[in-house]
């Protein structure tokens, strides 16, 4: 297979047309990415009708590399504007926009590259390593497993939540509320929807993702007026090799958790991020660090979101199930072309495969080349006024709340949360558990209620799965380790303050 | 020692528990129906007042001095209104005035409340926020309401 795909990257790199289209899809994809309220499948989405002129192998090299872009453009306003472009995004404002603050925009972009290509790098040689054997395990997932998975989420998150974990675990609840308004999916009955057909189908999760982030960030910014903080001015600090060396743990550890929940089916990319800060705080010799401009917060999501983008192509390569939003765009550009990934797309269209393997390569190396070239001009971003990038930011996030289905109640939606937002965040709550319970509301809502039913009501299945078993295990200690780690720092202090 | 609550967090405090008791009402209603379509919006909204209860809990209410003293206090009382009503207005008036319009008398009221005074700057931003959300508005495809006017 390494033949093949080595035979595969000589060919593309003759093909002057498709190295092209991977340079332009990386370039787009950081822009989409980086684009309040236009997400990664927003903006794969969006470049979806353009591969229908392209052959099968431009177009889904096109929409991967795009992909591989878009991971990294996300983390591009959530560092430099504490605006996710994404929700896998949210959690790298809690340190990026803090680096910002203090003037190492420019290290902590660096850095995000470094961990990105280190974490895509590693992606994609575990696709190449695991692709028929690892897709089939993750294909007997079933409904108590994504239970698991979605209580282990809830507890990373809260593990994460800096300050106060209660005011994270409302956010979450708020969160996971909102989820639940619309049309029950199994019963099809209403909840939460006060008699309103543009809530029947649910709160739509783009306008209130660029509501809680974008429009409440705008209205901070426009408060702030003509202040800028002399302390935003960047300073020229660099990540270089002996940062690289020293940060490596955490983009081991991030890698490492992209790809195990890249490869499940609907683990979900807001998952992998979470986790793989949560577990690199955890093994952190400094977490107090955390959430307070720790590099390591910033470098560990990344690695996860970009190893990710290979490990998620194992399930939709191999079994033609997408893992994530925006493979599921890139199965759309295999259908555009009258293919059908699944087990025979290996024996009957194995050049494809290697080829958007080499791709997905080259992809990875246009990202760091592109996002190193675009780090001068983005640290101009944060030259600009606040009230005239406030006023940016606002009209970009209403268009981007309109087109996410063309009615003005995105609109109204995006105004309301961002107003809702603005008091959140001046109270100090945190925003990024409200996106991630909208996310795993319903994950968790659905496969609990699937497996109680297929129980009979008993819970025992959730004990008897060894693979249940461990994530709620693990989401226990986790659990365990957020309650006992103030009352241990305040046993020390007590002992400290006793005379001995 | 417990600090000085701010208005922000009572609205955001009391907009939780607002929430999460009108959870707890309509869920237990859908309870009453069907047991497992509400039991999860149950112990969510339950949860939700609970823990917004719980915020409240170590902080108490004093003079505003005290809260500036502990930099509790919002730089600006005024601006942050001030735009909301200017962004709820703009939603009323969007199919009068059409979405460009609408949205250069929403730009012109956040710059001039934010305290932008200098007409280069005003005109500037107006004509760059406005080119930018046409060509957005083109790259994306979408039909705004009554289009560019």
């Known amino acids: 297979m390494l033949w093949d795909i080595a035979h595969a990257l000589f060919d593309i790199s003759l093909n002057v047309k498709l190295i092209g289209l991977i340079a332009l899809g990386a370039g787009l994809g950081i822009f989409g990415g980086a684009m309040p309220g236009l997400s990664a499948p927003g903006a794969l989405a969006i470049s979806l009708p353009f591969t229908y002129s392209m052959n099968a192998l431009e177009g889904v090299s096109f929409l991967a590399s795009m992909y591989t872009g878009a991971q990294y453009g996300g983390s591009i306003t959530a560092t430099l504007l504490n605006t996710p472009g994404a929700p896998e995004s949210a959690v790298m404002t809690l340190d990026g926009f803090e680096l910002t603050r203090r003037g190492l925009a420019r290290k902590a972009l660096q850095g995000a590259i470094w961990a990105g290509f280190v974490g895509g790098l590693i992606g994609i040689i575990f696709l190449v390593l695991l692709l028929n054997t690892a897709a089939q395990e993750a294909a007997r997932f079933g409904p108590v497993q994504y239970t698991a998975l979605a209580v282990l989420g809830f507890t990373a998150m809260s593990s994460v939540a800096m300050g106060s974990h209660i005011k994270a675990l409302a956010a979450a609840m708020l969160g996971l509320l909102f989820s639940l308004v619309g049309l029950d999916p199994i019963s099809a009955t209403p909840r939460f929807t006060f008699g309103s057909p543009d809530l029947y189908g649910g709160l739509p999760l783009v306008p209130a993702l660029i509501g809680l982030f974008a429009v409440s960030e705008a209205l901070i910014l426009a408060e702030r007026g003509l202040f800028m903080s002399s302390s935003e001015a960047q300073k020229p600090v660099r990540f270089g090799w002996k940062d690289f060396l020293e940060h490596s743990r955490s983009m081991g550890v991030g890698s490492a958790v992209g790809l195990i929940i890249g490869v499940l089916p609907g683990g979900g990319a807001s998952i992998a991020s979470w986790l793989a800060y949560s577990l690199s705080r955890f093994v952190s010799k400094e977490p107090e660090n955390y959430g307070k401009g720790a590099i390591d917060g910033l470098l560990a999501p990344e690695a996860a979101d970009k190893s990710m983008v290979g490990a998620s192509l194992i399930p939709l390569l191999a079994l033609g199930v997408p893992s994530t939003a925006s493979a599921g765009v890139i199965l ?47 640290l101009r971003v944060r030259a600009v006024q606040p009230a005239v990038l406030g006023v940016f930011v606002l009209v970009l996030s209403l268009i981007g709340a309109y087109a996410d289905n063309g009615i003005k109640f995105s609109m109204v939606l995006a105004i309301s949360m961002g107003i809702f937002g603005y008091f959140l965040r001046r109270a100090n709550v945190p925003i990024a558990p409200i996106i991630l319970g909208m996310l795993l509301g319903p994950i968790f809502d659905q496969n609990l209620r699937r497996a109680l039913i297929a129980s009979g009501g008993s819970l025992a299945p959730f004990v008897e799965d060894p693979f249940s078993l461990t994530l709620l295990t693990l989401a226990a200690v986790l659990a365990l380790f957020v309650m006992l780690t103030p009352m241990y720092k305040r046993m020390k202090l007590r002992r400290m303050k006793s005379p001995a | 020692m417990a600090k000085d609550i701010t208005s922000s967090e009572i609205i955001s405090y009391t907009g939780c528990i607002i929430i999460g008791l009108v959870g707890v009402y309509f869920s237990y209603q859908m309870m009453t129906h069907d047991m497992l379509v509400g039991l999860v919006p149950f112990a969510t909204s339950t949860l939700l007042v609970v823990f917004a209860g719980l915020s409240f809990r170590s902080k108490h209410i004093a003079n505003p001095e005290n809260a500036i003293q502990d930099g509790d206090a919002p730089r600006s009382l005024w601006k942050a209104p001030i735009i909301m009503v200017a962004l709820v207005t703009f939603l009323f008036l969007i199919d009068i005035l059409g979405f460009m319009l609408d949205t250069a008398v929403l730009i012109l009221v956040v710059l001039t409340t934010s305290g932008v005074r200098k007409f280069s700057t005003i005109a500037i931003t107006l004509v760059a926020v406005l080119a930018i959300a046409f060509l957005f508005q083109q790259m994306l495809g979408i039909e705004l309401p009554r289009g560019l006017i």
């Open chain 1, 332 to 378: 759309g550009g295999f259908e555009l072309h009258n293919i059908v990934p699944g087990p025979d797309l290996l024996t009957t269209h194995s050049d494809l495969v290697f080829a958007i393997i080499a791709a997905l390569l080259i992809a990875n190396f246009s990202v760091a080349c592109l996002g190193f070239a675009l780090i001068y001009p983005l």
